[in-house]
Structures are given as structure tokens and as C-alpha cells.
């Protein structure tokens, strides 16, 4: 009798080459980079595309000189969001804990979907959420969840109020059952972020179902408006108020539009997604009451938490909403009982299944600064720019166009002479050419209309001198071009 054949394997190839770099010696030239000035150059795609080797990779070659390659590009044409002169549209500096924090993530390659995926970063992800939910003072039963950013956290607080408003079936049936004129609708202000508009595409409601409320000279939402529209409808699956709105930084009356949420029973979410990190400081924190009262809240942390990209805070006063709408189950997944921490999922909170490990950054940044240092950095921004809003009131040729409530501000260079088209012009031109200088980047955006220079100081580096820096520029550059 022939004895069986042992089957044979063939050996694998081993990829752990890679592993013998230095991480600290391969990032250091990128960590020098940081403040470096250009903080953009001109360029066009086929220049970028010349320094990256864009040839199918069939075979391998050495990490080191890739390493350089990458690192040489982005020096060449960079975009730093980290230099403490970069005040353009809303960007993360990142902390200086960061790499570290990453290469940790990488290198654990954990993935939270729960306790039973990862023990140790599920109790992370749930001490974040707690001490956030305590800034923002929400009850201590609220959970939440940290997802890619902003706009993923807006689209599942949205989702979970319409799984309120519409109650049973509605996981089951969508918005099958509603009719044009009964299909609940969203209520915010009209200087809410896009995100909220593509949640009510995404979400079957169509962006028709947003109702604008006006606001105010400050752009804050009238509470008097939203009043009037509470009344009129029945069908308003939840209002949606700004703590920091991206264009202006206007906080809206939070406490006010949560009363009035309270008394019409209708479900409240706070997108504090770019003004949450405010929250972290004593002096700031009365600016945001009510925000307490809300059903839903977003913080990203990837903003002016100043933690590199990426990570957004969904809060939820009550999740079982959520609840309704994303519990599943499946054969291959254990079966999940939420009171059991053991079995704590977060999948149930929100559409995503497999994620990072994005507490750890956060952790042992909130752990090695602690909340009140970081929050003194948040409140040196907004004193940056309560200082240049008076550097710009004190000069004969600027005109401040909205006073900063938080971290932003909108100006522009209004010498006596010039007609409107004339100083819109010139406006543009200075925005264009400090960009090419080098050394301060503001974005253009529009106030009533009009472009103005936006200024947004989300960056912990960010000091006197850069704002010094940045107006000297614009009062030459302005005056050159007259
Ligand atoms: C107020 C506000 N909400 C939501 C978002 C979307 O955030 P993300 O870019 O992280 O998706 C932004 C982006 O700037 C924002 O300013």
C-alpha cells in the first residue's frame, strides 16, 4: 500500500523587509518641513506628475529612495497645513504627538468594530467619547463613535433623527410611505455646512427638504425664524444648528433653538464640527450654551482639536435612535448585547463597520497635554483673531466685514478712492499674491455677495508675529496695486 503523499507548500515571500527602516529617521526630513515657507507653489498637474513615478509597480523596488521621492514632491509642491501662517479654509495643524500616535496605530493595525475586535481600543474610543461628552455636558448615559470626518458624522446624526421622526419601519421601508407633502424636512441656517444638504440627498429626503432659516447681521440663525417655522410644520425630522460656521465662524443661539427644539419635540444637532474644539477652554466655553440640550453633537477632531487628519466625534444624547436604524446582525459577527461591555459594538451607531484605531492620537494627545492646555491654544487662536480684528478696525484702509465670535474673521483692504469692482479686484489679487510670496495663505469666500479675505486660525503655532506678518503684507501688497 502507497503511503499518501504529504502535500507540499511552496515558501511564502516574505514581505517584512520594509520593516528594517527607521521610522523616525524616514519622517524626520517631513517633520522639518512643517513650517517651512513656500506653504504652496504653483504647479501644474504634469509638473506634480513628473516627480512621482506613476509606471504600473509590477515589481518592487527599495522603500529609500521612494521615501525620498515622496518626500522631495511634497517639499517641491507643497500644501502645509501645519505652518502656523496657513489660515485658509479649515485646515488641521496636527500635534506634535501626532506621528508618533500614527505610526502606533499603523503598526497595531487594530480595528474597532468592538470589545471582541479590539479590548484594549474599544476602551480608548469609549474614555474619548466620555470625556467629550462631559465637555460638551451631555448626560453620562450618551455614546457616540468616531468616524472619518464631519460630513460622514452629520449624514449618521441626520439618519438617526429621521429613524425618530419616522419611527418603526422606517429602517425597513426608508421613506416609501411618505408623501411629497408629508416627507419630513430639515431645518438650519442658510450658512450651514454642504454637508447637510448632501446627507438629505444621500438620505432619500432630496436637498428640497431643506428649509433655511434666515440669520441674523452675525450670520447666527434667528431663533425667531426657526420659531415661526416650528410652528408651521409637522413633519421637521430635526433642526440643525452651527457652533462655528465655516465661512464666518458664527456660533448660532444654541440655547435658544434647543428650547424651542424641546418644546416642539423636535430632535436637535449641533455641528460643532469646526468650533467644537473651543469647547476645551474654560473661557470659551459659555459661548456654546445649550449645546448641552442637544440630541446630537459633532466635533471633529481633525479641526481645531488640532489633531492630524482624520477623526470626527459623533455624540448622541440617547443613541437607541441610532440604534433602530444601524443594529444588524450576521452570521459571520458574534451576537451582540449592548448592556455586556464585552460585547460593545460600534457598528450600531453609524454606517461604518471596519475602522481605524482613531482614539489613540487622540488619547495620548488629551492624555500628555491634558484638555485644559489645549485648551489654552484654542483660546490664544481666538485671541489671534480678536487681535487682528482690532489691528483691522484701528486702520484707516481695512474694513472688518464680520467680527470673529471664534477662530475666523473676513476682511478687506477698503482704501478711500477705488469703486466696489475695483477694490473686489484688488482684494483677489492680494489674496493671490501673499499665496505666491510664500509665507501666509488666506482662502476667498463671499459675505453678502461680496469677496472678502477669510482667516482661520486653527493652528497652535500660530503666533503675534504671524499676524503681524500677515496684515503687513496686505496693507503692501494692497497699497502697491492702488
Ligand atoms: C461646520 C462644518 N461641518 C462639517 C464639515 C465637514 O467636515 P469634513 O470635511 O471633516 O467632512 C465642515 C468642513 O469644513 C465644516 O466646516
Given at each position: 500500500m502507497t503511503s499518501p503523499q504529504r502535500p507540499r507548500l511552496a515558501p511564502a515571500d516574505d514581505l517584512s523587509a520594509a520593516s528594517e527602516i527607521d521610522i523616525s529617521a524616514a519622517i524626520a526630513p517631513l517633520l522639518e518641513q512643517r513650517y517651512r515657507s513656500p506653504i504652496v507653489r504653483p504647479s501644474t498637474a504634469v509638473d506634480v506628475a513628473s516627480l512621482i513615478d506613476e509606471s504600473f509597480p509590477r515589481d518592487g523596488q527599495a522603500l529609500e529612495p521612494l521615501i525620498e521621492q515622496i518626500t522631495d514632491a511634497v517639499d517641491r509642491y507643497p500644501r502645509r497645513n501645519t505652518h502656523p501662517g496657513f489660515f485658509g479654509w479649515v485646515a488641521p495643524s496636527g500635534l506634535p504627538s501626532d506621528p508618533l500616535a500614527h505610526a502606533m496605530t499603523s503598526a497595531l493595525n487594530a480595528n474597532i468594530i468592538g470589545y471582541w475586535s479590539s479590548p484594549v481600543g474599544t476602551t480608548i474610543e469609549k474614555s474619548v467619547v466620555r470625556w467629550l461628552a462631559e465637555l460638551v455636558g451631555l448626560p453620562s448615559r450618551a455614546e457616540g463613535i468616531l468616524l472619518s470626518g464631519g460630513s460622514l458624522s452629520n449624514l449618521s446624526a441626520i439618519a438617526s433623527a429621521l429613524s425618530k421622526r419616522c419611527g418603526p419601519g422606517y429602517r425597513e421601508r426608508g421613506l416609501g410611505s411618505f408623501d411629497?407633502?408629508?416627507?419630513?424636512?430639515?431645518?438650519?441656517?442658510?450658512?450651514?455646512?454642504?454637508?447637510?444638504?448632501?446627507?438629505?440627498?444621500?438620505?432619500?429626503?432630496?436637498?428640497?427638504?431643506?428649509?433655511?432659516?434666515?440669520?441674523?447681521?452675525?450670520?447666527?440663525?434667528?431663533?425667531?425664524?426657526?420659531?415661526?417655522?416650528?410652528?408651521?410644520?409637522?413633519?421637521?425630522?430635526?433642526?440643525?444648528?452651527?457652533?462655528?460656521?465655516?465661512?464666518?465662524?458664527?456660533?448660532?443661539?444654541?440655547e435658544e433653538i434647543a428650547t424651542l427644539?424641546?418644546?416642539?419635540?423636535?430632535?436637535?444637532?449641533?455641528?460643532?464640527?469646526?468650533g467644537g474644539g473651543g469647547l476645551m477652554s474654560a473661557e470659551l466655553r459659555p459661548r456654546y450654551r445649550g449645546i448641552e440640550m442637544a440630541d446630537s453633537v459633532v466635533l471633529d477632531l481633525h479641526k481645531w482639536f488640532f489633531q492630524s487628519l482624520s477623526g470626527s466625534l459623533l455624540l448622541y444624547r440617547d443613541a437607541d435612535w441610532a440604534r433602530q436604524l444601524f443594529l444588524e446582525t450576521s452570521d459571520y459577527l458574534p451576537t451582540l448585547e449592548e448592556s455586556v461591555p464585552e460585547q460593545h459594538a460600534f457598528f450600531h451607531l453609524a454606517p461604518e463597520l471596519s475602522r481605524r484605531f482613531r482614539a489613540l492620537p487622540f488619547y495620548l494627545a488629551m492624555r500628555c497635554y491634558g484638555i485644559e492646555r489645549l485648551g489654552r491654544n484654542a483660546l490664544h487662536n481666538v485671541q489671534c483673531a480678536e487681535y487682528l480684528a482690532e489691528l483691522i478696525r484701528d486702520h484707516e484702509d481695512l474694513e472688518l466685514i464680520v467680527e470673529p465670535q471664534l477662530c475666523i474673521l473676513c476682511f478687506r483692504f477698503r482704501p478711500a478712492g477705488p469703486d466696489d469692482l475695483e477694490i473686489d479686484r484688488i482684494n483677489s489679487e492680494i489674496r493671490d499674491r501673499i499665496q505666491l510670496e510664500g509665507h501666509y495663505l488666506m482662502s476667498a469666500t463671499r459675505v453678502h455677495g461680496r469677496p472678502v479675505l477669510r482667516v482661520c486660525i486653527i493652528n497652535h503655532a500660530t503666533r503675534a508675529e504671524h499676524i503681524d506678518g500677515l496684515l503687513c503684507s496686505v496693507l503692501r501688497i494692497g497699497q502697491s496695486l492702488l
Amino acid at each position: 500500500m502507497t503511503s499518501p503523499q504529504r502535500p507540499r507548500l511552496a515558501p511564502a515571500d516574505d514581505l517584512s523587509a520594509a520593516s528594517e527602516i527607521d521610522i523616525s529617521a524616514a519622517i524626520a526630513p517631513l517633520l522639518e518641513q512643517r513650517y517651512r515657507s513656500p506653504i504652496v507653489r504653483p504647479s501644474t498637474a504634469v509638473d506634480v506628475a513628473s516627480l512621482i513615478d506613476e509606471s504600473f509597480p509590477r515589481d518592487g523596488q527599495a522603500l529609500e529612495p521612494l521615501i525620498e521621492q515622496i518626500t522631495d514632491a511634497v517639499d517641491r509642491y507643497p500644501r502645509r497645513n501645519t505652518h502656523p501662517g496657513f489660515f485658509g479654509w479649515v485646515a488641521p495643524s496636527g500635534l506634535p504627538s501626532d506621528p508618533l500616535a500614527h505610526a502606533m496605530t499603523s503598526a497595531l493595525n487594530a480595528n474597532i468594530i468592538g470589545y471582541w475586535s479590539s479590548p484594549v481600543g474599544t476602551t480608548i474610543e469609549k474614555s474619548v467619547v466620555r470625556w467629550l461628552a462631559e465637555l460638551v455636558g451631555l448626560p453620562s448615559r450618551a455614546e457616540g463613535i468616531l468616524l472619518s470626518g464631519g460630513s460622514l458624522s452629520n449624514l449618521s446624526a441626520i439618519a438617526s433623527a429621521l429613524s425618530k421622526r419616522c419611527g418603526p419601519g422606517y429602517r425597513e421601508r426608508g421613506l416609501g410611505s411618505f408623501d411629497a407633502d408629508s416627507r419630513p424636512v430639515i431645518l438650519c441656517s442658510a450658512a450651514t455646512h454642504f454637508s447637510v444638504r448632501t446627507a438629505a440627498a444621500v438620505l432619500g429626503l432630496g436637498t428640497d427638504a431643506i428649509i433655511a432659516i434666515e440669520t441674523d447681521d452675525a450670520f447666527r440663525m434667528r431663533a425667531d425664524r426657526l420659531s415661526e417655522a416650528l410652528q408651521q410644520r409637522q413633519n421637521v425630522a430635526c433642526v440643525v444648528a452651527t457652533a462655528g460656521t465655516t465661512n464666518t465662524g458664527a456660533i448660532d443661539p444654541l440655547e435658544e433653538i434647543a428650547t424651542l427644539c424641546r418644546q416642539y419635540d423636535c430632535w436637535l444637532h449641533v455641528d460643532a464640527a469646526l468650533g467644537g474644539g473651543g469647547l476645551m477652554s474654560a473661557e470659551l466655553r459659555p459661548r456654546y450654551r445649550g449645546i448641552e440640550m442637544a440630541d446630537s453633537v459633532v466635533l471633529d477632531l481633525h479641526k481645531w482639536f488640532f489633531q492630524s487628519l482624520s477623526g470626527s466625534l459623533l455624540l448622541y444624547r440617547d443613541a437607541d435612535w441610532a440604534r433602530q436604524l444601524f443594529l444588524e446582525t450576521s452570521d459571520y459577527l458574534p451576537t451582540l448585547e449592548e448592556s455586556v461591555p464585552e460585547q460593545h459594538a460600534f457598528f450600531h451607531l453609524a454606517p461604518e463597520l471596519s475602522r481605524r484605531f482613531r482614539a489613540l492620537p487622540f488619547y495620548l494627545a488629551m492624555r500628555c497635554y491634558g484638555i485644559e492646555r489645549l485648551g489654552r491654544n484654542a483660546l490664544h487662536n481666538v485671541q489671534c483673531a480678536e487681535y487682528l480684528a482690532e489691528l483691522i478696525r484701528d486702520h484707516e484702509d481695512l474694513e472688518l466685514i464680520v467680527e470673529p465670535q471664534l477662530c475666523i474673521l473676513c476682511f478687506r483692504f477698503r482704501p478711500a478712492g477705488p469703486d466696489d469692482l475695483e477694490i473686489d479686484r484688488i482684494n483677489s489679487e492680494i489674496r493671490d499674491r501673499i499665496q505666491l510670496e510664500g509665507h501666509y495663505l488666506m482662502s476667498a469666500t463671499r459675505v453678502h455677495g461680496r469677496p472678502v479675505l477669510r482667516v482661520c486660525i486653527i493652528n497652535h503655532a500660530t503666533r503675534a508675529e504671524h499676524i503681524d506678518g500677515l496684515l503687513c503684507s496686505v496693507l503692501r501688497i494692497g497699497q502697491s496695486l492702488l
